[in-house]
């Protein structure tokens, strides 16, 4: 038997999901009332903005990466502020709460150096949004590494989504579902380690699952 | 009615299997849709799809129309108005009659379901009526703005539902129950939507008078002031100067609003020396004639200065034409900004993008192309029915963010 046709101790079962938008009715119209508000709203809140770019099915991907910096470089017309919102490290952040610190300390650090930038017009405040997401099998399991490829060509870009980014920071997972799959399933950590080397936040969905595939390819 | 069969070579196809999953899960539960009108307007024209498909999936879908009088309609136009930001006073007896017609169509509607959406305000009082299963208040009105008081009396009825939806997140209120966001769709295998050859296009804008002959400008709306067709005239003869062009202003007769025919007439007296100006006045169910202008526009316009969601704006999006559209209400989330189209804040500013997008028809096109992949991946009829269903299992595990089924 080669050796990535030899079965995994449990099969990997690939999941997609339908996202549904929650407005929480919270708006910011300055930077004053966005900063309170990324200090209590809702863990899902600051995973929702910081992590839709991601799923977003946009033909054209925006700017900036992430809500926050979007609505400052666009509304506020803070481009400077927009620039460190947008170089949010994510992947190096293993929970929400550390996300939410690190946004609350870019703001206070550029309101002590910049004056408090005028508020936005009506229409253009920051909505602040929640999102639940429904998560069904998406079909294809896979018994072994080729069973594994095959499942990863087909299955919906929301997939990526799910086991690269909720699995992390939503379900506190202590990395993403392949990488753990491939090392504790099929006892590959070398390929495990190769996958954890990739900072997902880089790649659109289909760019990274073009990563992986490749990088899959070349082990069989 | 086209089956599920027919959107799988047109959507994406995880929508449509998650669609069909969520369906397998709910095969067998009842549905139950109210709303005040069973044809005409974008809600009703969209139901009758949604049921259809509903019931393919196997669920118990089902569609009952609330029976009203004038004094009613002209109460609940009030409120929509209202709803919008607009001056209409509401006493309190036109409330009463709004309970009174609620009251005696509960008397009339089996309302039991597993899942009861009552859509819009006019149904809204329905809620006092429900005997068991899940309501939810489906809101297909711009209420980003409303008038305090209408809102707060009608708060009165949806603070008793499961759930809110609204179209886009700008919408949303604060409210004690949960809220979600459902955008709107268009059904891309409707009249107004399918392909038509080019010959039909020409065979049907030839019954019009109008020649292909110069590229046309065109911009599909009711004759009211905020759809602003004589900010769509203005930007048109800044740019006539520069380019030969034509400009197609169509739209439903306003009969209800008395604004409408004075705006209506405030346009043709406008367009009355200019040959180039065509006003149509369509009658309603003229969706094939819609589909030809969109196919055989060059640019479409949507210049609102204040919006609902703005589905025309998809409508011409999903036949690879640019749009430019103002920057209102939910014209926003589909047009963006230099990649389907131009969002514009003034009539300069329209014709500025008209003159550039005339002056460079690649451009064009490639907005179009991008406008139709936009459309396509996010607002198919086939998204709105996995919404709905998407929906109705979050209820049904309230507070609980990733749900897994």
């Given at each position: 038997m080669r050796e990535e046709d030899r079965p995994a101790i449990q099969a990997f079962t690939f999941f997609e999901c339908a996202g549904l938008l929650q407005p929480t009715g919270e708006r910011a119209r300055d930077l004053s009332k966005l900063l309170s508000l990324i200090r209590t709203v809702?863990?899902?809140?600051?995973?929702?903005?910081?992590?839709?770019?991601?799923?977003?099915?946009?033909?054209?991907?925006?700017?900036?990466?992430?809500?926050?910096?979007?609505?400052?470089?666009?509304?506020?017309?803070?481009?400077?502020?927009?620039?460190?919102?947008?170089?949010?490290?994510?992947?190096?952040?293993?929970?929400?709460?550390?996300?939410?610190?690190?946004?609350?300390?870019?703001?206070?650090?550029?309101?002590?150096?910049?004056?408090?930038?005028?508020?936005?017009?009506?229409?253009?405040?920051?909505?602040?949004?929640?999102?639940?997401?429904?998560?069904?099998?998406?079909?294809?399991?896979?018994?072994n590494l080729p069973?594994?490829?095959?499942?990863?060509?087909?299955?919906?870009?929301?997939?990526l989504y799910f086991h690269f980014f909720e699995?992390?920071?939503?379900?506190?997972?202590?990395?993403?579902?392949?990488?753990?799959?491939?090392?504790?399933g099929l006892g590959r950590g070398d390929l495990a380690r190769r996958i954890r080397g990739l900072d997902p936040y880089r790649y659109s969905l289909e760019g990274l699952r073009g990563e992986i595939l490749s990088l899959l390819h070349g082990a069989v | 009615m086209p089956g599920l069969s027919a959107y799988e070579k047109i959507a994406e196809p995880e929508e449509i299997r998650l669609l069909t999953r969520l369906g397998k899960r709910l095969a067998g539960r009842s549905f139950l849709h109210v709303n005040s009108?069973?044809?005409?307007?974008?809600?009703?024209?969209?139901?009758?799809?949604?049921?259809?498909?509903?019931?393919?999936?196997?669920?118990?879908?089902?569609?009952?129309?609330?029976?009203?009088?004038?004094?009613?309609?002209?109460?609940?136009?009030?409120?929509?108005?209202?709803?919008?930001?607009?001056?209409?006073?509401?006493?309190?007896?036109?409330?009463?009659?709004?309970?009174?017609?609620?009251?005696?169509?509960?008397?009339?509607?089996?309302?039991?379901?597993?899942?009861?959406?009552?859509?819009?305000?006019?149904?809204?009082?329905?809620?006092?009526?429900?005997?068991?299963?899940?309501?939810?208040w489906r809101c297909h009105v711009d209420v980003s703005h409303p008038q305090p008081e209408a809102w707060r009396e009608l708060a009165g009825h949806v603070g008793?539902?499961?759930?809110?939806?609204?179209?886009?997140?700008?919408?949303?209120?604060?409210?004690?129950?949960?809220?979600?966001?459902?955008?709107?769709?268009?059904?891309?295998?409707?009249e107004k939507n399918r392909d038509l050859g080019e010959q039909e296009v020409r065979e049907i804008l030839?019954?019009?008078?109008?020649?292909?002959?110069?590229?046309?400008?065109?911009?599909?709306?009711?004759?009211?002031?905020?759809?602003?067709?004589?900010?769509?005239?203005?930007?048109?003869?800044?740019?006539?100067?520069?380019?030969?062009?034509?400009?197609?202003?169509?739209?439903?007769?306003?009969?209800?609003?008395?604004?409408?025919e004075e705006i209506l007439s405030r346009v043709r007296e406008e367009a009355r020396n200019d040959p180039d100006i065509c006003v149509l006045l369509l009658p309603p169910f003229s969706d094939r004639t819609i589909n030809a202008l969109q196919r055989a526009a060059t640019i479409v316009l949507q210049k609102s200065t204040r919006e609902g969601f703005g589905l025309t704006v998809a409508e011409a999006l999903w036949k690879s034409k640019p749009v430019i559209g103002g920057a209102v209400g939910g014209i926003p989330s589909q047009i963006h900004h230099g990649a389907t189209g131009f969002l514009v804040h003034s009539v300069e500013g329209a014709a500025y993008r008209i003159r550039q997008l005339l002056h460079n028809p690649e451009l064009g096109k490639r907005m179009g192309e991008m406008g139709r992949e936009h459309v396509r991946r996010n607002f198919l009829i086939t998204r709105q029915a996995r919404d709905y269903l998407a929906l109705w299992v979050a209820l049904e595990h309230r507070g609980e963010r990733v749900i897994q089924i």
């Open positions: 809702e863990p899902g809140v600051i995973y929702h903005h910081t992590h839709q770019y991601y799923l977003k099915a946009a033909v054209e991907a925006p700017e900036y990466p992430n809500d926050f910096a979007v609505w400052a470089a666009e509304y506020l017309e803070e481009r400077a502020l927009a620039e460190k919102l947008a170089g949010l490290d994510l992947y190096a952040y293993r929970d929400v709460e550390e996300v939410r610190r690190a946004l609350i300390g870019i703001i206070e650090g550029y309101l002590r150096e910049n004056p408090m930038p005028r508020p936005v017009r009506n229409g253009d405040e920051f909505f602040f949004n929640d999102a639940v997401s429904i998560v069904m099998e998406a079909g294809p399991r896979a018994e069973d594994f490829i095959e499942g990863l060509e087909t299955v919906g870009a929301s997939s699995a992390r920071l939503r379900l506190r997972r202590p990395a993403d579902d392949f990488s753990v799959w491939l090392e504790q | 009108t069973s044809e005409g307007g974008g809600v009703a024209e969209i139901l009758h799809r949604l049921i259809s498909l509903f019931r393919e999936l196997g669920i118990l879908a089902r569609w009952e129309v609330l029976k009203g009088n004038p004094p009613f309609y002209d109460m609940t136009k009030r409120i929509h108005n209202a709803l919008q930001g607009q001056g209409s006073e509401i006493t309190p007896r036109m409330w009463e009659i709004h309970r009174e017609v609620n009251d005696s169509n509960a008397r009339q509607i089996p309302l039991e379901a597993d899942l009861v959406f009552i859509h819009d305000p006019q149904p809204a009082a329905l809620i006092h009526h429900r005997r068991d299963g899940l309501w939810v008793r539902y499961d759930a809110a939806i609204f179209s886009g997140a700008k919408f949303a209120q604060r409210l004690a129950v949960p809220q979600f966001v459902v955008p709107p769709s268009i059904d891309p295998l409707s030839d019954g019009h008078g109008i020649g292909l002959d110069k590229p046309l400008l065109v911009q599909v709306s009711r004759f009211d002031r905020f759809k602003d067709p004589l900010g769509v005239i203005a930007a048109y003869r800044m740019v006539k100067k520069y380019h030969d062009c034509r400009l197609i202003l169509a739209g439903g007769p306003a009969s209800d609003d008395p604004e409408g």
